[in-house]
């Protein structure tokens, strides 16, 4: 029972982690996947290097974190609040050709990184840019300004 409630524990903990540690352009996973591939690991090498050394301990664990994970994505799907909390909100960098300064610091992003991803849009000033807008999943999404602004 105590892998159990360890590995509950643990998942829940490691997605707040990685909250806090915020989200870089590349990532195209959510916070709750990284946490399941990151903790699935660490436990499936547990019995092999740990002291509980024990085949059931390990299997318990394994589906009780999968069990938990399942219980979160039904949480996401079914409360968009909640989701919110776990996976956190699309937030804008830049809008109308202004960077949006404070998000950009407060999520370690710089221009660079944004101007990055433009380009691969045929993109060049931040001035062509109505929006760009770092998703969810780390993702930057870069709209175009129309011709007609």
């Not at 360890?6 to 959510?30: A, E, M, N, S």
């Not at 699935?40 to 009780?64: C, E, K, Y």
């Not at 969810?136 to 709209?143: P, T």
Request: glycine share 8%; net charge neutral; with cysteine.
């Amino acid at each position: 029972m105590g892998g159990v409630l360890r590995g509950i524990f643990g998942y829940c903990f490691l997605i707040f982690i990685v909250r806090i540690v915020g989200r870089r352009p590349g990532k195209q996973i959510t916070p709750s996947e990284f946490v399941l591939i990151f903790f699935m690991g660490g436990v499936t090498l547990t019995p092999m290097v740990g002291d509980d050394r024990s085949l059931t301990n390990a299997l318990l664990t394994i589906t009780s974190i999968a069990v938990t994970h399942f219980v979160i994505a039904w949480l996401r799907q079914r409360f968009p609040a909640f989701a919110k909390v776990v996976d956190g909100t699309p937030l804008v960098l830049l809008k109308n050709g202004k960077w949006q300064t404070e998000t950009m610091v407060k999520m370690g992003i710089s221009e660079e990184d944004v101007m990055a991803m433009a380009r691969d849009q045929q993109v060049n000033t931040p001035d062509d840019i109505e929006y760009a807008v770092l998703e969810r999943n780390g993702e930057i999404s870069v709209i175009p300004a129309s011709a007609d602004s």
